[in-house]
């Protein structure tokens, strides 16, 4: 039986970028790199987890039995020690970054227009 080799978040952070793209489920290491075009559910929530603990959100959309069958496919090791819950940006090149703020300021983009909206109908409703 072959030794299983074992990855530190610092690591696993450094693999966050779209033409390299490592994540933690559950306490192991996937490079899901060759997934990205393939994922049923688009590149970016992948690119959303590159170098981080993705367990919460693998967890949270309720992937199948087939799905989590096709992940031991990318498995390359373990996670040694604490699981990394973010990329420092000096790590990350700009485009990976500039497409995380992107997808974190992506609702309240969208927040204000609708508050406008709410509030010159009550505005009208109370005139």
Do not use: N
Not at 29 to 56: N, R, S, W
Not at 74 to 85: N, V
Not at 86 to 105: I, M
């Amino acid at each position: 039986m072959s030794e299983v080799t074992t990855y530190t978040g610092e690591q696993i952070q450094q693999h966050a970028t779209r033409e390299d793209i490592w994540i933690v489920v559950h306490g192991k290491v996937y490079d899901v790199t060759k997934f990205l075009d393939e994922h049923p559910g688009g590149e970016e929530v992948i690119l959303e987890h590159a170098g981080i603990d993705a367990t919460e959100a693998f967890e949270d959309i309720g992937h199948s039995d087939d799905a989590r069958d096709l992940l031991k496919d990318y498995f390359i090791g373990d996670l040694e020690g604490e699981a990394p819950t973010s990329v420092p940006h000096t790590k990350v090149p700009d485009g990976d970054v500039a497409h995380r703020q992107k997808q974190s300021s992506g609702s309240w983009g969208i927040l204000i227009p609708v508050a406008v909206c709410v509030a010159l109908l009550a505005y009208k409703l109370y005139v």
